[in-house]
């Protein structure tokens, strides 16, 4: 009884599923047909003919030859497609169960690849490159304060270190993109300003002050739009085997179209820096012994460098910041106009660097093919030393060391005869660091359509420096 009972189950589906098959076979159909060049009719093997949309296709054979099988019944859309040919479409209707034919004939066309672009300037759109760039756009930087243009750069491009050489005032870093990429070319990466290349290495002062100064600090963080950076060897492809360290391109703010908009800044503050060294002294060796110039058993005289008689040796450094810019003009004629002057004293005496400067930009367009920049800037700085790192007239040397080179304090001077650490030598001592920084550049962009564009860019870069040691 269960047997006959399968069996009538099997009889039931199978009589169900005849019709649903019959439906599937009698609703689709075969289209063929063959691909030719139409110029000159030979067969066309390896095109792809296919229904767009429903990943139903098939490869031309070396006759130009296709069968395409399972076509659903109706009227479709059939594109053939060959490289080095124009695409074709046309509308084949298909009957259930039967075979459409459907003929290409296929025109020959030139193939449009990406644009070659050759750059030969200082300035090529992120765009136009294959190469690693990262771009800084300052007007998202507002809410974080920086000091110098250097700080811009550090840690807000990945690869990109800024490493600090003094804590003085006026000081500047190390750059590097990448960490050092040669070793018979130099590992400073090249750096341009609206097209001028500028000088991109430290400017060491005297060799007493184990210092150094950045131009690239000359110019106002405040003038700057952006800054892009091709980072590592790659920037070669551009500018040469001079630029294996990587390139850093600063553009500066430029003048806009309608009236004149002023910017106004003040800002302050000071620079601070804790205790240094023990605030008791276990050992009875004077230190941060503050009662002043104290007579050791020898009958030399000296101060206990941890801790002189005025309580430390160092200060709250003020800083103040100045500037004022106005940006406006027509069409055919723009203007960026800046002002500024900063001043900023260090935790230590007689450390301070003071800036004043200024930038005119101007934007002179006098046919919608021609365009002309005019970027000027010029920055005055001094900047006061003490004498720093591994020196024998260093600070941090001198203040740790006593009549017998060890730290039992003070500096082994005689009263009567020099001034101790208080208010002696490295002190007194006058190390003062004056440069003129100049930059000018004239760029002439013509673009006769809107795909061709010719550039040509001259610029100046004037960096002065004037060192003066006065004991």
């Not at 497609?81 to 459907?102: F, K």
């Not at 001043?343 to 093919?369: M, Y």
């Not at 260093?394 to 009567?416: E, H, K, M, Y």
Request: aromatic share 6%; proline share 5%; charged share 15%.
């Amino acid at each position: 009884m269960r047997l006959m009972r399968a069996g009538l189950v099997a009889v039931l589906l199978a009589g169900l599923s005849a019709p649903a098959t019959l439906v599937a076979q009698q609703a689709t159909g075969t289209i063929r047909g063959q691909v030719t060049d139409a110029a000159t009719a030979r067969p066309i093997s390896g095109t792809q003919v296919y229904i767009p949309g429903t990943g139903h296709g098939t490869i031309t054979n070396a006759q130009g030859a296709f069968l395409l099988t399972n076509v659903p019944a109706g009227t479709v859309t059939l594109r053939a497609e060959m490289l080095g040919y124009a695409p074709i479409t046309q509308e084949v209707t298909v009957a259930a169960g039967q075979t459409a034919t459907a003929n290409f004939n296929l025109s020959q066309t030139a193939v449009a690849l990406d644009e070659l672009v050759v750059t030969a300037t200082g300035q090529a759109r992120k765009k136009e490159i294959g190469n690693s760039m990262a771009t800084i756009d300052v007007a998202d930087m507002k809410v974080t304060p920086v000091k110098g243009t250097q700080e811009l750069l550090n840690g807000d491009v990945a690869g990109v270190y800024v490493l600090a050489n003094s804590g003085q005032p006026g000081a500047g870093g190390t750059i590097r993109l990448r960490g050092n990429n040669s070793v018979s070319q130099g590992n400073n990466p090249i750096i341009y300003v609206d097209g001028v290349r500028i000088y991109s290495g430290l400017t060491p002062t005297m060799p007493l002050n184990r210092n150094a100064s950045l131009p690239l600090n000359d110019i106002n963080p405040d003038d700057i739009a952006r800054i892009e950076v091709i980072k590592g060897p790659a920037a070669t492809t551009l500018y040469g085997t001079e630029a294996s360290a990587g390139v850093i391109q600063i553009f500066t703010k430029q003048g806009q179209s309608g009236a004149p908009r002023w910017n106004a800044e003040i800002a302050a503050g000071f620079n601070h820096q804790g205790h240094i060294g023990s605030s008791v002294d276990p050992t009875g060796m004077w230190i941060n012994d503050c009662s002043g110039i104290q007579t050791a058993g020898d009958g030399t005289t000296f101060e206990d460098p941890t801790c002189p008689s005025s309580g430390s040796w160092l200060r709250n450094g003020p800083i103040q910041r100045y500037s004022l810019s106005v940006r406006g003009g027509q069409p055919q004629l723009s203007y960026y106009v800046s002002g500024s002057y900063n001043n900023e004293n260090g935790t230590l005496k007689n450390t301070s660097t003071s800036a004043g400067g200024f930038r005119a930009n101007f934007n002179f367009r006098p046919t919608s093919t021609l365009n002309l920049r005019v970027n000027t800037s010029y920055t005055r700085r001094n900047t006061d030393w003490v004498p720093d790192g591994n020196s024998a007239n260093g600070v941090l040397l001198n203040v740790s060391r006593g009549p017998g080179g060890n730290f039992t304090g003070g500096t082994g001077c005689d009263p009567s005869v020099d001034a101790c650490m208080n208010n002696g030598d490295i002190f007194t001592t006058t190390n003062t660091t004056k440069s003129d920084h100049y930059i000018t550049g004239v760029t002439l962009e013509y673009s006769p359509r809107h795909w061709l564009m010719n550039r040509l860019s001259v610029g100046y870069d004037y960096n002065n420096t004037n060192d003066q040691n006065v004991l």
